[in-house]
Structures are given as C-alpha cells and as structure tokens.
C-alpha cells in the first residue's frame, strides 16, 4: 500500500484534469483491491455484501420478469384456442376437425379436456400435438400423466376417456402443472349439444382491461413487495461498515487524506455490487430452473417464460452499482476517519431532522389525495409514486423516531436489557436500517389488508344457494353420447356412485300464442316438492305456479324453435306457492307428474338435484365420474353459499406468496446483519465472558436489540399504514375501515420473525463469546 502510495507521489508531471482523473481511478481501483484482497476478514464483508446485493439482485430480477411470464402463458392458450362462434357456417373438410369442451375439476384443480374427430385424413392439430391420438388411447400433458400414475389419480384414472397414449408439448400448454388432454370420440356429430367444427386453431391474443379496483391491488402488491426488496439491497452494501472504516483509518496513517479515503470506500463498494450483481444472475438462473415447481392460484409458468425485460435489466445492473456508491459515502458522511481511529461513537452528536423527513409521505399523500372519489378511474403511475413515497417515509422517519425514543429509555430493568438499550444508543443505526425493510413492508401490508377487506365485501357475494339443502346439481342434454335417456336411468346410475338421494326431472318449454314462453318442469311428487308447496300430490296431477291463465290452453311443449304435439292444460290443474329452487331463483310455469305428462322429445334435459354423503371427501369426485359416464356434456354444480371472484382470489394467493419471499428475504437481511454486529463485536463479548457474563443474559440482550427497533417500526407502520389505506379505500369510493384482526397478524408475523433471527444468531453468538476472542493481532 506504501509503494502505491509513493508510487503516486513521484510520478512525471501531467495534465490536472488527466493527473487527478488517473490517480482518482487508481484509488478507486484500490478500494476493489482491498475488498479483494484484504484478508479473511476482508473476503467475508465483500463475500456477505455480494450474497445479500445477489439475494437482492434474484428477488427484483424475478418480479420485473412477471410481465414477460404472463405475456408467454397468454400467447401460448390464444394459440390453442377453440371457441369459435358460427361454427355452422365451416363446411367440412379434409383439415376441419369436430371438438367438445369436456372440462372438469379434480380437488379443485381445473382439468380441461377435449374430445375430437377428424373431417378428414389431414386434420389440423392443435399447437403440442403431432397426432390424432389412437382410439382408445389420449394424448395428456405430463402433469397429468403423473398424476394420473400416483395413487392421489385413482378417482381421476375412472373419469378419462382412454388410456394414457403420448404427451402434449410445451406450446399447447399454459404451464407445466395444467392438466389436459385430448381424446378421440367416433360418435361425435355436429349438431350435438356443445360440439363445434374447427377449421384452425387460435385467436388473437388480447389482454382484457382489469378491473380498477383490483388494478390498484396489483399496483400497490407490486409496490410493497419490491420495496423491502430495494431497502434489503441498499443496506446490504453497508455490511461491515465498522470493519470498512478500521482499514480507511490504517490507509490515512500511511498519507491518504480524507477525499481518498472515500474513493478507496467507493471502489470497496462498487466492487461489492458489482459482485452481487454477478452473484445474483447465478441465483436467478439458478432459482428459474425450479420455477417450474411451484404453483400460484393454479397458475404455472415454465423457466424459459422466466425474462427479465432488456431495459430494466439494464436500468439494473447499472443502478445497483450506483446506489452501492451513494450508499457508501452516505455511510462516511457523520464518520471522521483519522490516521489513529473511526471518530463514531461521540455522544455529542447533531439529532437527525425531521422537516425534510417526513416531507416525503405527505409528498406521496399529496399525490394520491387527486384520484379519491374517481371512482377506480386513476392513473397508475401517479398511484406508484404516491404508495411508493408514502412507504418510503416509513423508513426515512423511523431513524429520528428511535433517535427520540431510544435516547430516553432509562437504565431501569435487568442487566440484558440496560447492555441492549446502551448498544442501541451507541449504534443503533445499523439495526434501525434493517428494520426498515419490516416496517416497510408492514406498513404496505396494513394498507393491502384494508383493500382486501373491501374487496372481499365486493367481490365475494352471496350466491342465494343453499347447500344444506342440495349438494349439487347436475344438468344434461341427452343426445348420442348418453348411455342413459330416461330420469329413472339417471337416478339409478347417480346413486350407483355413492349419492344417498337423487332427486331428478325432465326440463322443457311450453310454447303459447304469438310469442309466449313459460318453463315446465316433469317429474315425480318428490321432485317436485323441491320446486313448490304441494299439499296433496298424486301421479296425474298438474300444478300451475304463477300462470293462472294457462288453465285450459293448448300449448306446445318441447324446443322452442321446435315445439312438440299441441298439449292442453287441465282444466283441473291447480295453482300452488313456489319454492326457490337450490341455485336461490324462483320457479315459474307448469308442474307435470310422468302420467300427464306428453311424450318426451328426442333430446330431452334432465336436472338431478343430489345429495352428497356427509362427511365423505370423494364425494364430489365421484359424482363427476357418474356423470361422465353418462354424458361427457353432462355438468355438475356444486353448491356454494358464498363466492369470491377468481380474479381477486388469484391476486390475493399471488400476494402472500410474494409476501412469503419478501419476508424470508428481510429476515435474512436481520440476520446477516445480527451476526455481522455480533463479529464485530467479538472481542467486547470475549471481554464480558471473562468477566463472568452469563450467556442467557447475552441471548436476552441480542434479543432486545432486535426487538426494540421492530417494536418501534411497527407502530409507525401502523400510523402510516392506516393513512396509506384510507386514502387508497377513499381512491376506489370504500368507507374507511380498521382491519385490526390483519394489523395483528402483521405484527404477529414481524414478531415470528425476530425470534427466529434471534434463534438464529445464538449458534454465533455463542461461538464469539470465549475468552480466546481476546487475543488480537
């Protein structure tokens, strides 16, 4: 370092601005050999700096990718796609292909199926597929080719149509956990219900606008999960930072003046980053190769989907580094090095200031205070800079708030607790600079759950039905593909399959006058009880609900377009009362019992109204393998008391998963930090164990250091937090509402995350706390 350094001195006269630049550069370039070659010690700040600034680096470069991944996953289903309107007007030919959607559910996973028969010799083929599969055979992707293999598919393997015969590819999938599969059926026939011809597959691939209300979940999601993330990586470029400082005092007793000393800090940092960069590439190539395995509200995405945007990751890679820089000479702004020592711990120090701190929520406030009453209708990027400001506060209050608040807390309380709160006197700014991230992303939190609160209140809704009643409800058109055609048929086959109760009728329109139209409803009294108040019942009887003037009328019962033989009202038919049927809606029209009932047309549709065996998991699956074994169209309803939209349903499952890996993330980041604080202080805790410190006592005041700060910033995260959410709640027209249940969970979880740092830096701590730690070189 001397020879560098005289090296500089003796050098040939130059041009200033060349000279300077040059030996500013030799300076920096230092500061990376230092980082480089200082030593184990030396080696460990820029190896913790590299893994924290990568862990980072991984997390943002995995979220600015989501775009991209769906984007893959939309263009990959429009080009599958087979819903085609006016598929009467394709004439057959030797590439047109029939189809029928034949999809189901599996424990609550979507299965989608399709049954298929060629036109022709050369038939189009839908995108992963190289085939016609073979009769009796199917063509199925690969997850559901395991599933079906393992023992959990046993239910499954009864409902498909055929063996398992090849596998789908990647691009006639959305991700590689759909299920699917297609299947040859030889009796399809256009004109079947539900059966289209195809003469091409795919449509165009247009992304429907989102809902304003959930577009504001998204933002706000997107916000709060990158925002600790951002933190995380800008205080990870501070590790060591004591360490750091002892090395630029050695560097000023060799003749560095003060503007070197943070050039050579600058090139330590920038060298960091840049290695974290490095090291956070590796993590994220290594991480989306597993991408693969996981699985958020049924939505899978494959690795190569898994591309971050060129721009951004340009923005990336060159803002990482510069933030390393200014977070470094931040870092050396309160710090004097002197050729003997770090001037840091002086008690007699300038309080932080508060005006331009707590400028910037009310910045973000002002910001969003435009968009309230706009009804959902807001500019997004003026939503992003709003919560992004007001969550920024967070962390730039929280310093000055623990200044005030620590530096009153009294010596009082046992001896963990008065060495805690003296170390967070001291230097309390490294554990306040952790804790942000936390009270960052509470506060976020805070205002999500107040949105979801509303938006559960507004999207998840009441369906009128009552499951205690009926279970399920399944709807069929009989045509070719049954292997039933009478209700009785039905009944038997239902209950063959583990239903306790099967209660089903034949469902037809009757046809009057000019354009009149009423429901009819043909069945046994037990049936149609469900449907209406029948004091007396007898096989013959007809019931009119509502339609007292159809008594004596002749009408025409059947397809309306096609209504069957004329059918006259009994003039003995009665009025009664009408029941809500299961789905909550009021029933209208005739009643029927079989014996006077007209002859049933070719294709009738039946309704079953089934009860499931209390208790019994499978239930449901085995229902829906009954009845595709009686018609593959054949649908099954299953009864639900409240509904939530799948849309907000799948942002809320999207959210806790980001929320998952941001949490890990902020703890590791408490957890580096704790154990770098702890190496750093390894000689005063070999100090306090030759003096008889007890461990337990050590365990206590680690922990209160952690503790304090968390306390400290979920208060504040609650205040802002709360602020945040109303002026969001007042964006999208929503009364103010305190979730306190969701502000204790926060809290709760911040709380689970200290203790499990602090179980986490014992095994060190008890490490650094021998007697040998004395010994110094």
């Not at 509470?442 to 009643?469: C, E, S």
């Not at 229902?623 to 309803?637: G, Q, Y």
């Not at 700060?709 to 009364?735: F, R, Y």
Request: proline residues 6%.
């Amino acid at each position: 370092m001397t020879g560098i350094l005289e090296a500089g001195r003796h050098a040939p006269p130059a041009p200033v601005h060349t000279g300077r630049l040059r030996r500013w550069a030799a300076e920096v370039g230092l500061g990376a050999r230092l980082a480089l070659t200082g030593g184990r010690e030396g080696l460990l700040r820029t190896a913790l700096t590299a893994v924290g600034v990568g862990l980072g680096v991984a997390v943002l470069l995995l979220s600015v990718s989501v775009p991209a991944m769906l984007d893959a996953r939309s263009s990959r289903t429009a080009a599958r796609d087979d819903d085609r309107y006016g598929s009467e007007q394709i004439t057959p030919g030797d590439s047109t292909v029939l189809t029928l959607n034949i999809n189901t559910s599996y424990h609550g996973k979507n299965v989608r199926g399709r049954l298929v028969r060629p036109d022709g010799a050369h038939p189009i083929l839908p995108p992963g597929v190289r085939s016609v599969p073979a009769p009796g055979t199917m063509l199925v992707s690969p997850a559901l080719r395991d599933l079906l293999a393992s023992r959990d598919g046993a239910l499954l393997r009864d409902r498909m149509p055929g063996t398992v015969g090849g596998t789908i590819g990647k691009d006639g999938l959305s991700g590689p956990n759909e299920l699917v599969y297609y299947a040859l059926r030889d009796d399809l026939a256009f004109g079947q219900p539900n059966v289209q011809r195809l003469d091409r597959y795919g449509s165009a691939n247009v992304h429907e606008p989102l809902d304003p209300f959930l577009l504001m979940l998204v933002v706000v999601i997107f916000v709060v999960l990158l925002m600790p993330v951002a933190m995380f990586v800008a205080a990870a470029t501070r590790f060591g930072g004591e360490q750091r400082d002892r090395r630029l005092a050695a560097v000023r007793l060799v003749g560095a003046d003060s503007g070197m000393t943070r050039r050579i800090a600058a090139g330590e940092a920038v060298i960091s980053a840049v290695l974290g960069l490095i090291a956070g590439a590796g993590f994220f190539l290594i991480g989306r190769q597993f991408v693969e395995y996981f699985e958020v509200a049924q939505l899978s995405v494959y690795g190569s989907d898994v591309r971050p945007p060129l721009p951004l990751l340009a923005l990336l890679v060159v803002s990482v580094p510069l933030a390393a820089l200014a977070m470094s000479l931040v870092a050396l702004r309160r710090v004097v090095v002197e050729p003997l020592g770090v001037v840091r711990r002086a008690t007699a120090r300038t309080h932080r200031r508060l005006w331009w701190r707590i400028l910037t929520p009310l910045a973000g406030a002002a910001l969003l205070a435009p968009l309230t009453g706009s009804h959902g209708e807001f500019n997004p990027w003026q939503a992003v800079g709003g919560v992004s400001l007001v969550l920024l506060g967070v962390a730039l209050l929280l310093p000055w708030v623990f200044d005030r608040l620590v530096g009153r807390l009294g010596a009082g309380g046992g001896l963990a607790w008065q060495m805690a709160v003296r170390r967070l006197q001291l230097s309390g700014g490294s554990s306040v600079r952790a804790v942000g991230a936390i009270a960052v992303a509470a506060a976020g939190t805070i205002a999500l759950q107040m949105l979801f609160v509303a938006a559960d209140a507004a999207y998840t809704k009441n369906t009128g039905q009552d499951p205690a009643r009926v279970q399920a409800v399944t709807t069929v058109t009989m045509s070719a593909l049954s292997s039933e055609r009478d209700a009785a048929g039905l009944d038997a086959r239902l209950r063959a399959a583990g239903m306790p109760s099967v209660s089903t009728y034949r469902r037809d329109v009757a046809r009057f006058g000019e354009d009149g139209f009423v429901n009819v409803a043909i069945g046994d009294c037990a049936v149609l009880r469900e449907l209406a108040v029948l004091d007396q019942c007898a096989d013959g009887d007809v019931f009119l609900l509502d339609q007292p003037e159809l008594r004596g009328q002749t009408v025409g019962i059947g397809d309306p377009d096609r209504p069957g033989p004329p059918w006259t009202v009994p003039a003995t038919a009665r009025t009664a009362t009408p029941r809500l049927d299961p789905y909550g809606q009021p029933v209208t029209g005739l009643l029927i019992t079989p014996a006077a009932a007209p002859a049933a047309r070719a294709d009738p549709s039946y309704i079953s109204y089934v009860r499931l065996a209390p208790g019994d998991p499978d239930a449901e699956e085995r229902l829906r393998n009954a009845a595709m074994a009686i018609n593959p169209t054949m649908d099954v309803s299953i009864m639900r008391s409240r509904a939530a939209d799948s849309t907000f349903a799948g942002i809320r499952r999207g959210l806790f998963a980001g929320a998952t890996v941001t949490l890990l993330l902020v703890g590791l980041s408490l957890l580096v930090g704790t154990v770098e604080q702890l190496r750093e202080r390894r000689r005063t805790l070999a100090a306090l164990i030759a003096f008889g410190t007890r461990r337990s006592t050590m365990g206590w005041s680690i922990l209160w250091q952690t503790l304090v700060p968390v306390a400290l910033g979920l208060v504040l995260a609650t205040a802002l937090g709360l602020g945040l959410g109303a002026l969001l709640l007042a964006t999208v027209d929503v009364p103010f509402h305190a979730d306190v249940a969701g502000i204790g969970i926060v809290c709760g979880i911040a709380g689970g995350v200290v203790l499990l740092v602090t179980a986490a830096s014992l095994p060190a701590l008890w490490r650094l706390m021998r007697p040998d730690g004395l010994r110094f070189e």
